[in-house]
């Protein structure tokens, strides 16, 4: 069945550097929604993108959603510590049910 | 407004025993979802229910059960615990119109069968 891939799943940056999560899906998808989790804490939704080709900012985070809407990614520019957690894709299948990517757990060295 | 609300926050449980997860929210939302988080893997849907008294089958169903007896609370019922079952249990709850919308989480269940 549809899947969603996330890569890479750990990242440790020094506080500053730059910072990118893919996504992909094997099949195209209507929508994909992006969430955070703090350690230990419970998933907050950042935003849902929607078209071919769409780019969002939110501060110092980008996200795009592929042209084939197969894939996205989510850029945070200049990390800060308070982006310290795990990021999650999550991709709609039969209506309202999501798979989720497996995350990627970012770690920012002050 | 409390959002979504879950409880027990943990719990420990032997093998065979069972257990009621509770979950409710005081959005008005229409569809509600049971996730399972294990270390690595993401969130997995284990049941979905787009309004009172419907539920759907997820990725991961086997060995739990559902209720939606109304719009606010959907529990979650472990009949016979195994230590497969071990994991972070996530409920949420999205507005559920015709469109795709966000989900928002309680702060979860620390469940560990031994």
């Known amino acids: 069945g549809q899947q969603v891939m996330q890569i890479p799943q750990y990242q440790h940056v020094q506080e500053g550097e730059d910072f990118t999560t893919y996504c992909n899906s094997s099949t195209t998808l209507s929508n994909i929604q992006w969430y955070k989790q703090r350690p230990g804490g419970h998933p907050v939704f950042l935003i849902q993108l929607v078209k071919s080709g769409e780019v969002k900012k939110q501060k110092r985070l980008t996200f795009q959603f592929g042209e084939a809407k197969k894939n996205s990614s989510l850029h945070i520019t200049a990390t800060q510590t308070t982006d310290v957690g795990t990021y999650f894709c999550a991709g709609p299948y039969n209506f309202n049910k999501f798979y989720f990517g497996s995350g990627t757990k970012l770690n920012v060295k002050p | 407004n409390a959002g979504v609300t879950q409880t027990p926050k943990f719990q420990v449980l032997k093998t065979g025993q069972s257990m009621t997860l509770q979950c409710a929210q005081d959005m008005n939302h229409n569809s509600m979802y049971w996730y399972r988080q294990d270390p690595g893997m993401g969130l997995r849907l284990i049941y979905y229910?787009?309004?009172?008294?419907?539920?759907d089958k997820g990725e991961v169903p086997n060995g739990y059960n559902v209720s939606r007896l109304n719009k606010r609370e959907f529990s979650l019922r472990l009949e016979s615990a195994a230590p497969s079952q071990t994991s972070v249990y996530f409920c949420a709850s999205s507005a559920g119109t015709k469109s795709y919308n966000e989900q928002f989480f309680g702060p979860g269940t620390r469940l560990t069968v031994l």
């Open positions: 229910s787009a309004s009172e008294g419907t539920t």
